[in-house]
T-cell receptor, first 110, second 115 residues
Framework: DAKTTQPNSMESNEEEPVHLPCNHSTISGTDYIHWYRQLPSQGPEYVIHGLTSNVNNRMASLAIAEDRKSSTLILHRATLRDAAVYYC???????????FGTGTRLTVIP | SAVISQKPSRDICQRGTSLTIQCQVDSQVTMMFWYRQQPGQSLTLIATANQGSEATYESGFVIDKFPISRPNLTFSTLTVSNMSPEDSSIYLCSGTPGPRTDTQYFGPGTRLTVL
């Protein structure tokens, strides 16, 4: 499975935008880019996913580079409840399992 | 969407014993998975629970140690057999409603401590 690289940790001030980067230089044409997050003492929860085009949903936006070798998860306005570990995962079309990397621990400062 | 519950939420067990963890989904899901999360680490996939057939295990995990059942589309169990302190982890199940992993829903996890 293709690997992803994320910073170990990031900090953000409350109510400011957060850009969480992910590098996936070995991505293949059939790999979807998924983001999940894990709040303290909870199971992971789905955030967003995309293939080539940028995506928006109620939780976040996903910006995908034109060459697809990197992507950025954007939280438009960080709240204290967004403090979590964010995982960027490549998921091959037709595959049904997720392989988690180490993720980025986001700290939100009030 | 799917809501997933697990029982027990936590347990403390003696080495050499076995524990069965139950995973219940509130709606039918096509795929179910079991993960392990060791203290301070990320999730590692143990196996895919297949309905009516043997689970598909990832490298490093074997059926004798982690037998899995999936009798129907909403329920699965994972047994941690002959436990040692190294098995102390959080065990999580997940399910995906569709044929592809567009979204995977996770349970809250079972925190296991082996003494």
């Amino acid at each position: 499975d293709a690997k992803t690289t994320q910073p170990n940790s990031m900090e953000s001030n409350e109510e400011e935008p957060v850009h969480l980067p992910c590098n996936h230089s070995t991505i293949s044409g059939t790999d979807y880019i998924h983001w999940y997050r894990q709040l303290p003492s909870q199971g992971p929860e789905y955030v967003i996913h995309g293939l080539t085009s940028n995506v928006n949903n109620r939780m976040a936006s996903l910006a995908i580079a034109e060459d697809r070798k990197s992507s950025t998860l954007i939280l438009h306005r960080a709240t204290l409840r967004d403090a979590a570990v964010y995982y960027c995962i490549l998921n091959r079309t037709g595959a049904n399992n997720l392989f988690f990397g180490t993720g980025t621990r986001l700290t939100v400062i009030p | 969407s799917a809501v997933i519950s697990q029982k027990p939420s936590r347990d403390i067990c003696q080495r050499g014993t076995s524990l069965t963890i139950q995973c219940q989904v509130d709606s039918q899901v096509t795929m179910m998975f079991w993960y392990r999360q060791q203290p301070g680490q990320s999730l590692t996939l143990i196996a895919t629970a297949n309905q009516g057939s043997e689970a598909t295990y990832e490298s490093g995990f074997v059926i004798d140690k982690f037998p899995i059942s999936r009798p129907n589309l909403t329920f699965s169990t994972l047994t941690v057999s002959n436990m040692s302190p190294e098995d102390s982890s959080i065990y999580l199940c997940s399910g995906t409603p569709g044929p592809r992993t567009d979204t995977q829903y996770f349970g809250p996890g079972t925190r296991l401590t082996v003494l």
